[in-house]
């Protein structure tokens, strides 16, 4: 029987990694979401404020269902916000409305990080999900090109994970100097949003350290059966 000691010792780690992540964000929200800001705004408030502070008028916003599944869509340029954040007024409201509204500055700015990870989806999601079966099969059946095609399919998949890091870092910087310089929390709240947003941070540095740790997996694994 083959065991894959390779992803107990490299992957198996970072998934423990994103597991804490997950309940880390999850407790985090979860304690600045009971804590209201001074100003009473709610995240749909804050995110209009911010759109208007730096004159963009075609990004609409919306409700969407679920907690944390807020997100900017470029494509549509709609912000959607999750019931938690859209319509409570709350820190962790206005500093996650704030994060997602830095993703559609970004978008208006042309940050150069985010137009290469909108290129790279395509890429990300076919490697994502065939790259590791085509190695994998490759690998089984004793055929180079198809292990060095799964490989490079992805390794695309991988590179998406990492330039989403500083896509998402530059978010959340520019939502706290945004909430910051509007005067629309206060020293003491910005520090709640923090660590609402670092909790946040961590579960893409997870998503991307597996993401890697997989990449390197199957190239030794690949590496082994030639030897």
Excluded: W
Excluded at 9 to 18: A, D, E, N, Q
Excluded at 20 to 30: G, H, L, Y
Excluded at 77 to 104: D, F, M, N
Excluded at 111 to 116: A, H, Q, R
């Amino acid at each position: 029987m083959y065991f894959d000691y390779y992803y107990l010792v490299l992957v198996v780690p970072t998934l423990l990694l994103s597991l804490f992540a997950q309940f880390f964000v999850k407790s985090t929200f979860a304690k600045y979401s009971r804590i209201h800001c001074s100003r009473n705004i709610t995240g749909t408030d804050a995110a209009a404020l911010l759109l208007r502070a730096h004159g963009i008028s075609d990004v609409r916003i919306e409700g969407v269902s679920g907690s944390l599944t807020d997100h900017y869509d470029p494509g549509s340029k709609v912000l959607r916000l999750s019931q938690p954040v859209y319509a409570q007024p709350s820190i962790a409201a206005v500093g996650v409305a704030a994060h997602e509204t830095g993703h559609a500055i970004q978008h208006a700015a042309h940050y150069g990080p985010l137009v290469l990870r909108s290129t790279l989806v395509p890429v990300a999601n076919i490697g994502s999900s065939f790259g590791p079966i085509l190695a994998i099969a490759g690998i089984f059946f004793s055929l180079p090109f198809l292990v060095n095609l799964g490989i490079i399919l992805f390794g695309g998949a991988v590179l998406f994970y990492v330039i989403t890091l500083p896509v998402e870092f530059n978010a959340s910087a520019r939502a706290v100097a945004m909430l910051k310089s509007n005067n629309i929390l206060t020293p003491d709240e910005l520090t709640g949003v923090k660590k609402v947003l670092t909790a946040a941070a961590l579960t893409y540095v997870a998503s991307a350290l597996t993401a890697i740790m997989n990449l390197v997996r199957l190239v030794l694994i690949s590496r082994k059966n030639k030897e």
